[in-house]
């Protein structure tokens, strides 16, 4: 099988406790993708060769190909796919890369994102819809995976989510709002703790600042140049004010608790307690 991701420089990720299936281990799944079985072929849209898979492992991996596969006599056969044609089929929809990355990370649990961070959200972005084209069996535990990988991604790169990636996902918006939906929430939550701050862009003059002040300027182009987006970021912001709000009662409540089982002792610095808001919800702060 033509190794389709060897283009540029990929970062890996392996998760080891990765199964394809319950009770099929990665071990079990790369031989299933490498043994002796009967081919299938496969043309993808961005190129004219055809590539080689097994079809056991295409019909248990992609329901798409299982469907496809299933004998001429059978209901709901493949003899009236469009997309069928010189003994395989062509994918109009999909890449070789894209499907390149989910057989990889299929076969052995390997995840392969380019080193660019905004290249790298395009690609996770690019191939949830390719796995949802093509009803990957595993999507649930791929979105997980690469929910990960983006929160990660987005905490280290703040300024690596681009309009270009909203605009992808406003058009996919039906995956992104139901089978992919954590990726959608955390696309919003990037964007909570700069709309939260925007205040102190200009207030405070060291080279920290000047940064955080670039970081909420790019977020304050995304949310103007959507309105989508800026009304996700807006339900994300008041979310994060709640939980922080009942967070800080919590902890509010455990102190006088604290203080009433310490009577005893010197007097509480807790004694005045007045809630002060900061960026990240309410809290409470002795004066």
Same mark, same amino acid.
């Given at each position: 099988?033509?190794?389709?991701?060897?283009?540029?420089?990929?970062?890996?990720?392996?998760?080891?406790?990765?199964?394809?299936?319950?009770?099929?281990?990665?071990?079990?799944?790369?031989?299933?993708?490498?043994?002796?079985?009967?081919?299938?072929?496969?043309?993808?849209?961005?190129?004219?060769?055809?590539?080689?898979?097994?079809?056991?492992?295409?019909?248990?991996?992609?329901?798409?190909?299982?469907?496809?596969?299933?004998?001429?006599?059978?209901?709901?056969?493949?003899?009236?796919?469009?997309?069928?044609?010189?003994?395989?089929?062509?994918?109009?929809?999909?890449?070789?890369?894209?499907?390149?990355?989910?057989?990889?990370?299929?076969?052995?649990?390997?995840?392969?994102?380019?080193?660019?961070?905004?290249?790298?959200?395009?690609?996770?972005?690019?191939?949830?819809?390719?796995?949802?084209?093509?009803?990957?069996?595993?999507?649930?535990?791929?979105?997980?995976?690469?929910?990960?990988?983006?929160?990660?991604?987005?905490?280290?790169?703040?300024?690596?989510?681009?309009?270009?990636?909203?605009?992808?996902?406003?058009?996919?918006?039906?995956?992104?709002?139901?089978?992919?939906?954590?990726?959608? /929430? +955390?696309?919003?939550? !990037?964007?909570?703790?700069?709309?939260?701050?925007?205040? $102190?862009? %200009? *207030?405070?003059?060291?080279? #920290?600042?000047?940064?955080?002040?670039?970081?909420?300027?790019?977020?304050?182009?995304?949310?103007?140049?959507?309105?989508?987006?800026?009304?996700?970021?807006?339900?994300? /912001? +008041?979310?994060?004010? !709640?939980?922080?709000?009942?967070?800080?009662?919590?902890? $509010?409540? %455990? *102190?006088?608790?604290?203080? #009433?089982?310490?009577?005893?002792?010197?007097?509480?610095?807790?004694?005045?307690?007045?809630?002060?808001?900061?960026?990240?919800?309410?809290?409470?702060?002795?004066?």
């Amino acid at each position: 099988m033509t190794d389709v991701l060897t283009k540029r420089s990929y970062l890996h990720f392996v998760y080891p406790d990765w199964k394809s299936e319950p009770g099929l281990e990665v071990a079990d799944n790369f031989q299933l993708w490498h043994g002796p079985w009967k081919t299938f072929s496969v043309r993808f849209v961005d190129c004219d060769d055809k590539f080689e898979f097994p079809q056991a492992a295409l019909s248990a991996s992609f329901d798409y190909f299982k469907k496809l596969l299933r004998p001429a006599n059978s209901q709901n056969s493949s003899s009236t796919w469009s997309e069928l044609g010189d003994g395989g089929v062509n994918l109009t929809e999909v890449s070789s890369y894209e499907f390149g990355v989910l057989v990889t990370w299929l076969q052995s649990g390997l995840l392969k994102t380019p080193q660019d961070p905004a290249e790298a959200i395009t690609a996770c972005l690019s191939t949830i819809s390719c796995a949802d084209y093509l009803q990957m069996v595993n999507l649930a535990k791929y979105v997980e995976i690469l929910n990960d990988f983006l929160t990660r991604t987005l905490r280290e790169n703040r300024m690596a989510l681009e309009k270009v990636h909203l605009t992808f996902m406003r058009k996919h918006e039906l995956i992104f709002q139901t089978k992919a939906k954590s990726i959608g /929430s +955390l696309v919003a939550q !990037a964007a909570v703790r700069p709309s939260l701050t925007c205040h $102190l862009k %200009s *207030k405070v003059d060291t080279p #920290a600042a000047a940064e955080w002040s670039k970081v909420i300027r790019h977020y304050e182009k995304l949310t103007t140049g959507s309105k989508a987006y800026s009304q996700k970021v807006m339900a994300e /912001s +008041l979310s994060t004010l !709640a939980k922080g709000k009942r967070r800080d009662k919590a902890f $509010l409540r %455990s *102190k006088i608790i604290s203080r #009433a089982t310490h009577r005893s002792t010197s007097p509480s610095i807790w004694s005045n307690i007045k809630p002060e808001f900061t960026a990240s919800g309410f809290r409470y702060r002795p004066t």
